[in-house]
Structures are given as structure tokens and as C-alpha cells.
Nanobody, 124 residues
């Protein structure tokens, strides 16, 4: 049984930092892990992704330079370090798993396993 469990969300003031964690179990074949966020009334959009085998990372434009995705040595825990947070970063953040990272990773269509989500709230 595949499980993705996120943690680390919370409330922070603008300019602050948060680190999200995602523990993955039961899915050793998947090579792409990603973080998505969902605003109220909208669909989910990809924020960051990592190619599990090599650690190569991909970022959505607004995340570049502020967010860093990483993985532990066992490649079972994935992190999203978020710095210089802005109110527009407020959303529910989900981690997700896919077999590979494709050029359309940000759409989420390749991701079949999802965590339950964790709320991030950034106040101005």
C-alpha cells in the first residue's frame, strides 16, 4: 500500500520560512516526487519536483530562488524548504509520486499517488 504523509505546514509571517516533509512508503518504483499547491477554488499546480534517482530538481517560476526541494539518503523522505514566504504562497500543499518526471509534471496528470495535504498560511 502506497502512503504519502506530509507534515510541516503552519502559519508564518511574510518573509519567514517553513519546511514541509513528505514520508513515502510502499512506492519504490516511482522516480518522480513533487510538491503541489492548491488555492481555494482552483486546481493543483506543481511547485517543485525531484528526480529520485539523481536528485535533479525542477521548479515552478515563482518558487525558483526561494524554495528548495530535497530528499534524504534513503530517498523515502522529501522536503520542501520554503524561504522568503509571501502571502500568495498560502495554499494547501500536497506531495505526490509518479513513475517519471515529464515535461508536463506541473499539471499533475502523471501523478497517481497523493498525500493528504498540509495547510500553509502566510500573513502580511
Amino acid at each position: 500500500q502506497v502512503q504519502l504523509v506530509e507534515s510541516g505546514g503552519g502559519s508564518v509571517q511574510a518573509g519567514g520560512s517553513l519546511r514541509l516533509s513528505c514520508i513515502v512508503s510502499g512506492y519504490t518504483s516511482g522516480n518522480c516526487m513533487a510538491w503541489f499547491r492548491q488555492y481555494p477554488g482552483n486546481g493543483r499546480g506543481g511547485v517543485a519536483a525531484i528526480y529520485r534517482a539523481t536528485g535533479r530538481t525542477y521548479y515552478e517560476d515563482s518558487a525558483k530562488g526561494r524554495f528548495t526541494m530535497s530528499q534524504d539518503n534513503a530517498k523515502t523522505t522529501f522536503y520542501l524548504q520554503m524561504n522568503s514566504l509571501k502571502p500568495e504562497d498560502s495554499a494547501i500543499y500536497y506531495c505526490a509520486a509518479a513513475l517519471v518526471c515529464t515535461s508536463t509534471w506541473r499539471t499533475g496528470v502523471d501523478f497517481h499517488y497523493w498525500g493528504q495535504g498540509t495547510q500553509v498560511t502566510v500573513s502580511s
